[in-house]
Every structure is written in structure tokens, then in C-alpha cells.
Nanobody, 122 residues
Framework: VQLVESGGGSAQAGGSLRLSCVGS????????MGWFRQVPGKEREGVAA??????????ADSVKGRFTITISQDNAQNTIYLQMNSLKPEDTAMYYC???????????????WGQGTQVTVS
């Protein structure tokens, strides 16, 4: 499994950023992809998740109405995006892409992780 994030950076409060994550080398059993974030000294928290077939999405309450997760498939790759609007300083964190074989996607514990991309909102 390979997960590669991109699109992090800096934005002003009220602004927007878009994160991307290309997932490849997935087993046929891979069912979910998602975004998680972590700030130093705090536990990693789920932000948004999506079933690989696009049938379901999940959001943390803190981002509902502001963030949107989508997915696209091309050849053997699954790419998820996180459109982040109306950004707040509290959205500042390292954002990680993740994938899991769970049957019901959500914001729980995932097994495969990318390296992360930093988002800073000021």
C-alpha cells in the first residue's frame, strides 16, 4: 500500500486549501480512505473519510459544512481530495491520508498511512 499526500501549505483564516492523496498498490479488500490530522501533544483525530466506491462519506463535527472529501479512480490508483474552505486557525495540523480494509468506513483506527502534509492557518 502506498499513500502520497500533497497540497498542504499556509492559508489565512477564511481561506481555502485542497489536499490530495494518491493511493496505490491496494489489495482488492481495501475499502476506505480518509484524512486525519494531528497537532503536537494531541491525539490524531479523524477529519473525513470515504468509501472507495464513493457510496459513503463521514465527517468530524468540527469540519462539517466546511470540508468536502471526494474520490476518483484512474487505472490502479485511488485519489482522494479534501477541499477545505472557511479555514480556521484551529485547523492547523499535520494532515495524514489513510486507508483501511474495514467494511464500514468511519473515523476510527486505520491501518495504512501516508507521510503527512502540513496545513497552517493564521
Amino acid at each position: 500500500v502506498q499513500l502520497v499526500e500533497s497540497g498542504g501549505g499556509s492559508a489565512q483564516a477564511g481561506g481555502s486549501l485542497r489536499l490530495s492523496c494518491v493511493g496505490s498498490r491496494f489489495p482488492s479488500s481495501m475499502n476506505c480512505m480518509g484524512w486525519f490530522r494531528q497537532v503536537p501533544g494531541k491525539e490524531r483525530e479523524g477529519v473525513a473519510a470515504i468509501a472507495i466506491d464513493g457510496s459513503m462519506t463521514y465527517y468530524a463535527d468540527s469540519v462539517k459544512g466546511r470540508f468536502t472529501i471526494t474520490i476518483s479512480q484512474d487505472n490502479a490508483q485511488n485519489t482522494i481530495y479534501l477541499q477545505m474552505n472557511s479555514l480556521k486557525p484551529e485547523d492547523t495540523a499535520m494532515y495524514y491520508c489513510a486507508a483501511d480494509r474495514r467494511r464500514v468506513c468511519g473515523l476510527g483506527r486505520y491501518t495504512d498511512w501516508g507521510q503527512g502534509t502540513q496545513v497552517t492557518v493564521s
